[in-house]
């Protein structure tokens, strides 16, 4: 690019589709604009505002800019995103229930276990739907390697192999040294392995989030069928909808738990608990709820688009991508 | 942007895509002509980061298209479906301003 370094650099404020196709103008006008001084703040923060509106609106998030395929496109990614968010929320759910049934009077067990049977449905049921919407999208996944597509995504792949490796890696240690230690040391009582156990777990959800930026990466890369678009389309639906079933599960088990058995919520002895908030379950539930109403943004912009949808080529082509 | 306002705070019209699309209505321009222009005529001074977020919004709607340039200042020009677009929105305006002059008695109201 030719211009003044500092004019160049603010260019990067824009997606790189945006970039390939406008920056040498605006390169251009800045120099016409500016000659050689240096921009002012307040006109590198109108570049950067810009810059950003860009990089939303090539997402394909919001306005009808993009076309339908990449707005539908767009919304089951949203969903993806949201779904990895509320399995992280997930697990900090699995390890407060854990052997919540010897806590609860036998009267109220059924209630709470069905609420929590209902949990374990439907986490199965968006995880098949994920699955499903990943093995739609393999045929093109193969077709976009053997084209030479792995130049591109070998960075994020290399990255969510190596955040794997340090799970796996740090789970060893993790479990031998639970098995030395009683059940109440295991939960909460020993400080030293519950700091490791927040650790391992900031390791999961970068892992996480390491493959949810790597499907990502693919998924803006691909050439999808009509067809395929709406199985994503489909399988986004289901998977929102299980998120919202389990959020609402979820919500009843811990109101039960906080009206028979609130000692349980806290970690405490029989009785010795006077409140039914629990920091970790308040965390819970608000992390399902932004997950599941971000979720449904992403469904009204799937059914926005669903009709007009055709096969396009890769959305990092037509509109940018989310990861550059 | 900057939005000029006159002594009672109110703003004149200024949306920067109409303000594209009536420059480009006088013959094609690069970016830089079209801030010259548009500041001459409606005293509006875009950014060049507002020009050009309006201009990828007008080409992918087809309202105005890049012409060939072996320069890196890019001439656009408007198309038929610009044209079109920016005589409906004069037309909108044209009875906004009627109505307001009707009813402030303004000489060069409706006819």
Redesign the interface.
């Known amino acids: 690019m ?1 211009g003044r370094p500092g004019h160049g650099r603010l260019l990067r404020w824009y997606p790189t589709s ?1 970039r390939d196709r ?1 920056g ?7 120099q ?2 500016l000659g050689d001084e240096t921009p002012s703040a307040r ?1 590198r923060r ?2 950067a ?3 950003l ?2 990089r939303v ?1 090539a997402t394909g998030l919001v306005g009808q ?1 993009a076309n339908a395929a990449t707005r539908l496109r767009s919304g089951s990614l949203l969903i993806l995103s949201t779904w990895t968010l509320f399995v992280i929320a997930g697990v900090g759910f699995q390890k407060t229930s854990e052997h919540f049934a010897r806590a609860v009077p036998l009267a109220a067990r059924p209630s709470s276990q069905n609420a929590f049977d209902t949990v374990v449905l439907f986490a199965v049921i968006s995880l098949v739907a994920v699955l499903i919407g990943v093995a739609a999208t393999l045929p093109s996944t193969i077709t976009f390697l053997r084209l030479g597509g792995w130049r591109q995504v070998r960075r994020h792949v290399l990255r969510s192999v190596i955040a794997s490796a340090l799970v796996v890696a740090t789970v060893v240690p993790l479990s031998l040294w639970a098995h030395h230690l009683n059940e109440l040391q295991r939960n909460g009582g020993d400080d030293g392995y519950s700091w490791a156990v927040a650790a391992w777990a900031l390791f999961v959800a970068f892992a996480l989030a390491s493959w949810t930026t790597t499907a990502i990466a693919f998924a803006t890369r691909l050439t999808l069928s009509r067809a395929v678009l709406h199985i994503e389309g489909s399988m986004a639906m289901v998977v929102t909808a299980s998120m919202a079933a389990i959020t609402c599960a979820t919500a009843f088990w811990w109101d039960t738990l906080a009206t028979h058995a609130s000692w349980f919520l806290q970690g405490s002895s029989i009785g010795r608990s006077s409140t039914s908030v629990s920091s970790t379950m308040v965390g819970v539930v608000s992390i399902m709820s932004i997950a599941v109403l971000c979720s449904i943004a992403g469904v009204v912009r799937i059914m926005g688009s669903w009709r007009q949808c055709s096969t396009t080529p890769p959305q990092s082509v037509t509109g940018g991508s989310l990861g550059s | 942007m900057t939005p000029p306002t006159d002594s009672s705070g109110l703003r004149r019209a200024n949306d920067p895509p109409v303000l594209i699309l009536t420059s480009l209505a006088g013959g094609a321009k ?3 002509a079209l ?1 010259k222009d548009i500041e001459s005529f409606a005293g509006v001074r875009l ?7 309006a ?3 007008l080409e ?2 087809g309202l105005i298209e890049a012409l060939a340039s072996s ?4 001439p656009y020009q408007i198309t038929s479906a610009g044209t079109r677009a920016l005589e409906s929105v004069m037309a909108d305006m044209r009875d906004l301003a009627e109505v307001g002059a009707t009813r402030l008695k303004l000489s060069w109201g409706a006819s």
Do not use: C
């Open positions: 030719i945006w406008y040498e103008e605006l390169l251009a006008l800045m016409d604009e006109y109108a570049i505002r810009a810059g509106r860009e609106h800019g | 690069h970016g830089h801030l950014g060049a980061g507002a020009l050009y977020g201009i990828t919004r992918e709607r320069d890196r200042r890019r």
